[in-house]
């Protein structure tokens, strides 16, 4: 019993395997993972949140004291997460007792605690020092969030944040991270040919009920022009001049005399 805890608490695969989830080769590597900074770009029903969920609980588990938010852009997909990450604990039969267990939140006897909020800045002001922050969709919450998240992780010891998602257009934080974020960030893609569990007669019946575009954007990690945009995104991004001032509001107003 002992030698498999301890198997359990340095293999997050293992730990997941004994939840019954048996990982795919993608899926192996995020809960192995040490990076302090990640992109996971994955298809839609890939098994991100089933990963992510947990990939938390271990933390909670094997890493006392810890603390793990999970942010979402809104409190239905917070609480999807959530449920992820709690129905591993119950599966594995509550190893470490619930001081706490509401929809959005797991306090733990070793004092880790698994908290999920909608995520906007507002809401997650006040929580210092988590270890594991996990974005869900993160290609649709706003741009400001990631500004509030990170000043968090600054005294937490390798504290780690995932940013996980399926694309949402050329636009927003998440897309700039993913095309111009150096090497800061981790970066994972995982289209849905890769993941066993989808077949190929359901990925033909959506291809055929979707436009070309919109197949690529949800099954193939691909960033789509939005369909109203009169200049392609990279086409805008690329005429900026960083080196150049911003022209004045009295320039403009030259301008449209």
């Given at each position: 019993?002992?030698?498999?805890?301890?198997?359990?608490?340095?293999?997050?695969?293992?730990?997941?395997?004994?939840?019954?989830?048996?990982?795919?080769?993608?899926q192996?590597?995020?809960?192995?993972?040490?990076?302090?900074?990640t992109?996971?770009?994955?298809?839609?029903?890939?098994?991100?949140?089933?990963?992510?969920?947990?990939?938390?609980?271990?933390?909670?588990?094997?890493?006392?004291?810890?603390?793990?938010?999970?942010?979402?852009?809104?409190?239905?997909?917070?609480?999807?997460?959530?449920?992820?990450?709690?129905?591993?604990?119950?599966?594995?039969?509550?190893?470490?007792?619930?001081?706490?267990?509401?929809?959005?939140?797991?306090?733990?006897?070793?004092?880790?605690?698994?908290?999920?909020?909608?995520?906007s800045?507002?809401?997650?002001?006040?929580?210092?020092?988590?270890?594991?922050?996990?974005?869900?969709?993160?290609?649709?919450?706003?741009?400001?969030?990631?500004?509030?998240?990170?000043?968090?992780?600054?005294?937490?010891?390798?504290?780690?944040?995932?940013?996980?998602?399926?694309?949402?257009?050329k636009?927003?934080?998440?897309?700039?991270?993913?095309?111009?974020?150096?090497?800061?960030?981790?970066?994972?893609?995982?289209?849905?040919?890769?993941?066993?569990?989808?077949?190929?007669?359901?990925?033909?019946?959506?291809r055929?009920?979707?436009?070309?575009?919109?197949?690529?954007?949800?099954?193939?990690?691909?960033?789509?022009?939005?369909?109203?945009?009169?200049?392609?995104?990279?086409?805008?991004?690329?005429?900026?001049?960083?080196?150049?001032?911003?022209?004045?509001?009295?320039?403009?107003?030259?301008?449209?005399?």
């Amino acid at each position: 019993m002992i030698a498999a805890d301890l198997a359990m608490a340095l293999d997050p695969v293992t730990f997941s395997r004994r939840a019954g989830i048996v990982p795919d080769a993608w899926q192996a590597g995020i809960l192995r993972s040490t990076a302090p900074r990640t992109l996971l770009n994955a298809s839609r029903q890939s098994g991100k949140s089933t990963t992510t969920g947990t990939l938390a609980v271990h933390e909670a588990i094997y890493r006392p004291g810890s603390l793990t938010l999970m942010l979402s852009p809104g409190l239905r997909q917070s609480g999807e997460l959530f449920r992820k990450a709690v129905g591993v604990y119950r599966t594995l039969g509550r190893p470490v007792p619930a001081e706490a267990e509401t929809l959005l939140r797991l306090e733990l006897a070793n004092g880790s605690r698994i908290v999920s909020l909608p995520g906007s800045e507002d809401t997650i002001r006040g929580y210092s020092a988590p270890t594991l922050v996990l974005i869900d969709e993160a290609s649709r919450v706003e741009d400001d969030l990631l500004a509030a998240v990170t000043p968090m992780l600054a005294t937490a010891r390798d504290s780690r944040l995932i940013a996980l998602s399926s694309p949402a257009g050329k636009r927003g934080w998440w897309w700039q991270a993913w095309e111009r974020g150096g090497a800061i960030w981790h970066r994972v893609e995982v289209a849905a040919v890769d993941v066993p569990r989808i077949g190929p007669a359901f990925l033909a019946a959506e291809r055929a009920t979707m436009t070309a575009a919109q197949y690529r954007q949800e099954y193939e990690c691909s960033f789509e022009e939005a369909d109203a945009a009169v200049f392609a995104a990279d086409a805008i991004v690329n005429a900026i001049d960083p080196r150049r001032p911003a022209l004045g509001l009295e320039v403009f107003a030259r301008w449209t005399a």
